[in-house]
């Protein structure tokens, strides 16, 4: 199995800035792809951002301007660097790790609250 924490979650004014982590431990193999994604009441889970290990990235459009996406493999840890953080960005945010690049991955960690205010 992998296990995956998230950190760094909390209240924001619109306009600051936020930096998750997501610390995982298992197979490597399970880990070869790490992501991010969010889910908003009453909306779709979506994918924020993806990263392999080689670190090819894939980032959604809404936030591409934005948000930054990077690993440490030595430390087999994701984070995600959120600057210019808007109202919209509200949402809970979800580590995510799988095998490989054509879906999400089967392991899903406990999730992080991020609020932006106005």
């Known amino acids: 199995q992998v296990q995956l924490v998230e950190s760094g979650g909390g209240l924001v004014q619109a306009g600051g800035s936020l930096r998750l982590s997501c610390a995982a431990s298992?197979?490597?193999?399970?880990?070869?792809?790490l992501g991010w994604y969010r889910q908003a009441p009453g909306k779709q889970r979506e994918l924020v951002a993806r990263i392999r290990r080689t670190g090819d990235t894939d980032v959604a459009d809404s936030v591409k301007d934005r948000f930054t996406i990077s690993r440490d493999n030595a430390k087999n840890t994701v984070y995600l660097q959120m600057n210019s953080l808007k109202p919209e960005d509200t949402a809970v945010y979800y580590c995510?790790?799988?095998?490989?690049?054509?879906?999400?991955?089967?392991?899903w960690g406990q999730g992080t609250q991020v609020t932006v205010s106005s």
């Open positions: 298992g197979s490597t193999f399970s880990t070869t792809v």
């Open positions: 995510n790790a799988g095998s490989n690049w054509y879906g999400r991955g089967n392991y």
